[in-house]
């Protein structure tokens, strides 16, 4: 390709809204180009990462035993509410309507099709199993579009599922799928960090996401020092430390005045957080919640919200807290009625805790459950945290940030009962299908590599998926030497299937070094005046500091062999 015919100019300064570091890269590169908020063109060096990235890919998910196929994007709104899914994708789904007033939808995903398609396809366990896949564009209207490619409204998602008639069966799709994703981001010279994981709106039983460590990541990833274990924040397991229990005393009322978060009180009144309970006040699908915890633990959101089955949780607004009869710094379950109470189970470990009196500047002491109040739902929404200990053997956790670019899902029969997907087994008995899902965002994939490859100049793209292996950089141009060397060399190079940039504008050395750097392909060949007054190349690889020369007669050789 020549520099001077690409479509996608170079920038010395990134845009303005770009607040990550490969949404400003990838358009300085010119990779990428807006078109709406969350909507992006993928211009040819753009597209030639994303073509290598599926190339492998497809390579993986064929050696495991997946069938690429293509499903539409434009589906009929009746199959999402068939499978309950129309309600719990929430606003997250684009909806429309064709000419005939018939409801329709852009899909996010394709677990409602794919098994409808199955559905007409299967008919006995001779036919399972299987994993059909494909790579395919996806929608979500995403509230805050963010970070160039990393969270946005239009998509390049490859999604396979595999269906089998047991549950032995998808445990062996499950790890075939997990191995190929190793496969993958190893082939992509990515480190992916598998992670245990929530399921979300997509369901399941058990799931795991791959994410790229990087500080612009919007995944906190809690891991333990000692074995090992690996969670999204969303997800972490944790042994909750214990206090020692007391003998139950009497129920005290104590004034507090101004003292309402759980540290002011707690110095006030002269105990540790772990000997408070507070309040935290929900709203789920409309409806106030009151939701209790030992004071030295945070809600875990994404907990609740699975606990509850809600669609949409927020913190409930100060008017809804008094349209509840809440008294906010003072409230607590102790004579609650009328509103859904959920409990941590931290408040089983301790008891005589300091609770909020329902009235304001007072706090009641020595409240305990069952005892002094009611809990509707009791179970595990403590946020997992640095420095909280492992379940599995008591290490230490330590937290990082990360990039989420695939996630595997144990389906189970959720989609399969609800859209009759069901096959015959060897007894000739109807049985629902058993489901695995897994995704990989390949154009997020993309922005991750350059998240956790890139310097002070610009991006280092693996070698694999870069969109070309050498930058052929020619100085000098506008002298008839140095321009038909430069040429002869970028024809040999072709033809002996170099993947080759050649930069053959008229412009300073400063520049065009500056755009070799900041494009990150793996080699930098220069050729100039000088180098040519030794028969020679520069040959520079864009992760070291010092070029070596080359002999211009070996020069077609050695980048064959290096790329």
């Known amino acids: ?40 063109c993928l211009l040819p060096l753009g597209w030639r990462v994303l073509h290598k990235i599926q ?57 409602e099709v794919i098994t409808l398609l199955v559905r007409h396809n299967v008919r006995s366990y001779r036919d399972l199993p299987m994993i059909p896949y494909q790579i395919q564009t996806k929608f979500r209207d995403e509230p805050r579009p963010r970070g160039g490619l990393v969270r946005v409204r239009e998509f390049v998602m490859k999604d396979a599922y595999s ?13 075939a799928m997990k191995q190929a994703y190793v496969n993958i981001f190893q082939r992509c010279g990515l480190p992916a960090l598998m992670v245990e994981a929530d399921s979300g709106a997509i369901g399941g039983k058990a799931s795991h996401e791959f994410m790229l460590l990087a ?32 003998p139950e005393k009497p129920l005290q009322e104590v004034h507090t005045p101004g003292k309402k978060t759980i ?78 109470h959920v409990a941590d189970d931290s408040i089983l470990l301790g008891n005589n805790f300091v609770v909020g009196a329902n009235k304001a500047d007072y706090h009641l002491l020595n409240a305990n459950y069952p005892r002094d109040f009611q809990v509707d739902l009791l179970t595990d929404i403590a946020l997992a945290k640095p420095g909280h200990r492992c379940a599995q053997c008591g290490g230490q956790f330590t937290e990082a940030r990360g990039i989420e670019v695939g996630h595997i899902f144990k389906l189970g029969t959720a989609y399969s009962e609800a859209l009759g997907a069901v096959f015959l087994d060897a007894e000739d008995r109807e049985r629902p299908i058993i489901m695995g899902c897994y995704g990989i965002g390949v154009g997020r994939l993309l922005a991750a590599a ?51 940039l050649f930069d053959d504008r008229v412009e300073s050395a400063g520049v065009k070094f500056n755009d070799a750097d900041l494009l990150g392909l793996p080699l930098r060949v220069t050729i100039s005046p000088r180098t040519l007054a030794k028969e020679a190349v520069e ?5 070291e500091r010092e070029a070596t020369l080359v002999p211009l007669a070996d020069a077609v050789d050695f980048l064959k062999r290096a790329g």
């Open 1 to 40: 390709m020549l520099f001077s015919k690409l479509l996608g100019k170079t920038l010395r300064q990134p845009p303005a809204e770009a607040e990550i570091i490969s949404h400003q890269l990838l358009v300085r590169a010119g990779m990428i180009h807006q078109l709406a908020a969350g909507v992006y």
């Open 55 to 111: 190339q492998i890919i497809r390579e993986e998910m064929d050696a495991a035993g997946g069938q690429e196929l293509s499903m539409p994007v434009l589906q009929p709104r009746e199959l999402w509410q068939e499978s309950g899914r129309d309600n719990s994708m929430g606003e997250v789904l684009f909806r429309l309507r064709d000419r005939r007033e018939r409801e329709m939808v852009l899909g996010p995903t394709h677990e």
């Open 163 to 175: 269906f089998d008639v047991d549950e032995e069966g998808l445990d062996r799709s499950y790890e």
């Open 215 to 246: 500080e612009s990541g919007e995944d906190v990833v809690i891991r333990c020092q000692s074995c090992g274990y690996a969670a999204n924040a969303e997800k972490a397991q944790f042994a909750k430390p214990p206090v020692e229990k007391e």
């Open 263 to 340: 540290a002011d009180l707690a110095a006030f009144l002269g105990v540790p957080a772990s000997k408070t309970a507070k309040a935290v006040f929900y709203a789920a699908d409309g409806r106030v919640v009151f939701v209790s915890i030992r004071g030295d633990l945070e809600v875990n959101e994404i907990k609740l919200k699975n606990a509850l089955k809600a669609t949409e949780l927020r913190l409930a607004t100060d008017a809804e807290v008094a349209a509840a009869g809440l008294v906010a710094g003072s409230a607590s379950a102790v004579g609650l009625r009328g509103i859904q």
């Open 450 to 500: 350059v998240e956790q490859n890139h310097d002070e100049r610009g991006i280092i793209w693996p070698p694999a998926i870069a969109p070309y292996q050498v930058y052929l950089c020619a100085l000098n141009m506008d002298t008839p030497e140095v321009s038909q060397q430069a040429r002869e060399l970028y024809q040999q190079l072709q033809q002996a299937g170099v993947q080759v």
């Open 539 to 543: 040959v520079k690889a864009r992760t």
